[in-house]
């Protein structure tokens, strides 16, 4: 194997994956992109409907565990990030949002110059391939993601938008237009009724390129520092430990959880913390690991007799076998769906201007007993807390582990919106559109009615959203760990570049966020402007 290289990018995800390409664009520079996870070459992760099969799945999932939560009854939560090429975005529900315009704002007032939104759209148009013809002002069309209409859509979604519509949330068709409130169909990251992760998007298609090298099953162990200047990683790789090493830039992307995690193991870190967990300080940075945010989250699930829904019945038996038949004929059926077909964003009365919870209509049964499937038919709604206030940490426990502790509720008004919130979805569920499938709700449960026993019904089923950012804060504080050029604080030839460095959540889903994120590092470390879609097709026709 090569050992030597002028940029070794740690993780293929979401945004380690962007700069790959971005970087190897240049034929002079060598790049290593370095996966802990295996190939993506399966069938559970290109088809659509496979998504549901990989949140627990052994081979293509970090299946992390928090930290009892102090606030949620001491219950420890499933945390699953993606074990692939292509990191989560091989693993997640393939929605294109990008938050509201005021997410980057705030990022420029807190000490981040050029992050704010003006700064960022360049990169997010950048990347895109909109196939819907949505405004060309805020949508690109010659980047390699493919930003595509679902394929087909369940009945039972367009029942929940035009619900919606009814109790006053009105009709959104372009989340990532002039406006994010409102309910719709959700966009989707695929292509020919597939899949496209960022690696599939971004690096697939520039393979041949001699200069970039993809190494999967490869786990990183620590970075080779001197005198404070990173120059490779030391990585394990079919049983052989070995350094790898960096001409220019090592670059950390392996998310909010991973990239801290390395950066502590490689004794980077706050001073106390790394030396309780027996490992040697080479730079104190307190920042490492602090300002964990997500999206807590909490379901209303209802049951249904209804085979329009979808689910596991003798009813839809003939469906469900003619499922696949359907899918390679005409791209269509169960199996082009992401579950979470439908959404949006609206206000609690605890708001009067943003949104601040999100929904994620699934136009099937989810199970009030956690079960990944379960017999019969029904609908959900998932609510979650937008901009949430309670704010949690990374550290490692003595045997170098990852301790995740997300700290939810630890800030009374999340549980007041999460509560208000979950009222919301009840009210879209109760309105007439679904008196024709309307069923049993499950969950909370027709006896869970106050403020009270919501709170207790939140305490006990409420989780993550999977959306965890922060842990590597971008900005110019004491608690910062990179600068807003992505340079870590006092180490040089070291950068972060995934959604550990934002510095406060976004409102929506973060795929999309962490691909300008790469855009933008790349931008930043090439020393170049955004560039015209025409451009961008132009260098990758004549590479």
Same mark, same amino acid.
């Given at each position: 194997? $090569? ?32 996966? *802990? ?26 299946? #992390? ?5 102090? =606030? ?28 509201? *315009? ?44 493919? !930003? ?18 009814? !109790? ?6 372009? #989340? ?37 090298? !993809?190494?999967? /099953?490869?786990? @990183? ?9 990173? $120059? ?39 001073? /106390? ?21 997500? =999206?807590?989250?909490? %379901?209303?699930? +209802? ?18 076998? %003619? ?7 005409? $791209? ?52 979650? +807390? ?5 704010? &949690? ?30 009222? %919301? ?22 006896? @869970? ?28 504080? *004491?608690?910062?760990? !990179? ?24 409102? &929506? ?23 015209? *879609? ?10």
């Amino acid at each position: 194997m $090569k050992t030597d290289y002028d940029y070794i990018i740690v993780g293929a995800g979401s945004s380690g994956c962007v700069l790959a390409n971005r970087l190897s664009a240049d034929p002079t520079v060598s790049v290593c992109l370095i996966e *802990a996870g295996s190939h993506d070459n399966n069938l559970r992760i290109q088809t659509p409907a496979g998504t549901i099969t990989l949140y627990k799945s052994k081979k293509y999932s970090w299946n #992390f565990i928090s930290a009892p939560q102090k =606030h949620l009854n001491g219950r420890s939560l499933h945390t699953p990030r993606g074990k692939a090429l292509g990191g989560s975005s091989s693993m997640n529900s393939m929605i294109y949002i990008r938050g509201h *315009a005021s997410d980057y704002d705030r990022w420029a007032q807190a000490g981040c110059p050029g992050w704010d939104w003006n700064g960022v759209l360049p990169y997010f148009k950048q990347s895109e391939n909109n196939r819907l013809g949505q405004d060309p002002r805020l949508h690109g069309t010659g980047g390699e993601l493919n !930003v595509e209409a679902a394929r087909d859509p369940n009945p039972v979604s367009r029942l929940f938008v035009k619900a919606a519509q009814r !109790v006053g949330i009105r009709q959104n068709d372009d #989340f990532n237009g002039e406006t994010l409130e409102g309910c719709g169909i959700y966009n989707l990251t695929q292509k020919d009724a597939k899949r496209l992760s960022s690696y599939r998007a971004f690096v697939a298609p520039v393979l041949d390129r001699p200069n970039l090298t !993809v190494i999967t /099953d490869c786990s @990183v162990q620590s970075l080779i520092l001197e005198q404070r200047v990173a $120059k490779g990683v030391n990585v394990v790789s079919d049983g052989q430990t070995l350094a790898l090493n960096a001409r220019r830039e090592v670059i950390l992307s392996a998310g909010s959880l991973g990239s801290p995690s390395l950066l502590l193991a490689s004794g980077i870190g706050p001073a /106390d913390e790394l030396k309780n967990a027996g490992i040697k300080v080479e730079h104190d940075l307190p920042g490492v690991g602090k300002n964990l945010q997500d =999206h807590i989250d909490g %379901l209303v699930t +209802v049951r249904s007799k209804s085979p329009l829904t979808l689910g596991f019945s003798l009813g839809a038996l003939p469906s469900i076998l %003619l499922s696949p038949l359907r899918y390679v004929l005409r $791209k269509k059926g169960w199996l082009t769906t992401n579950y979470v077909e439908a959404g949006g964003f609206a206000r609690t009365p605890l708001t009067d201007d943003l949104p601040d919870v999100q929904f994620h209509f699934v136009p099937g049964y989810r199970s009030h007993r956690g079960r990944l499937f379960e017999w019969g038919h029904g609908y959900a709604v998932h609510t979650c +807390v937008l901009r949430p206030k309670s704010i &949690g940490e990374i550290r490692l426990d003595r045997n170098a582990q990852p301790v995740i502790d997300f700290n939810f509720l630890s800030d009374p008004q999340d549980a007041r919106v999460l509560i208000e919130g979950l009222k %919301l979805a009840r009210k879209v569920l109760a309105d007439q559109a679904f008196d024709g499938i309307r069923g049993k709700e499950m969950l909370p449960g027709a006896e @869970v009615q106050t403020d009270e026993q919501l709170m207790a019904y939140v305490q006990e089923y409420a989780a993550t959203v999977f959306h965890p950012v922060g842990t590597c804060k971008m900005g110019v504080d *004491a608690m910062s760990v !990179v600068s807003p050029e992505l340079k870590v604080h006092g180490i040089e030839g070291l950068r972060v570049v995934d959604a550990s460095i934002m510095p406060t959540l976004i409102s &929506g889903n973060t795929n999309a966020p962490c691909i300008m994120i790469g855009e933008k590092a790349a931008g930043m470390i090439l020393g170049r402007a955004p560039k015209s *879609a025409a451009a961008a097709m132009a260098e990758h026709a004549a590479y």
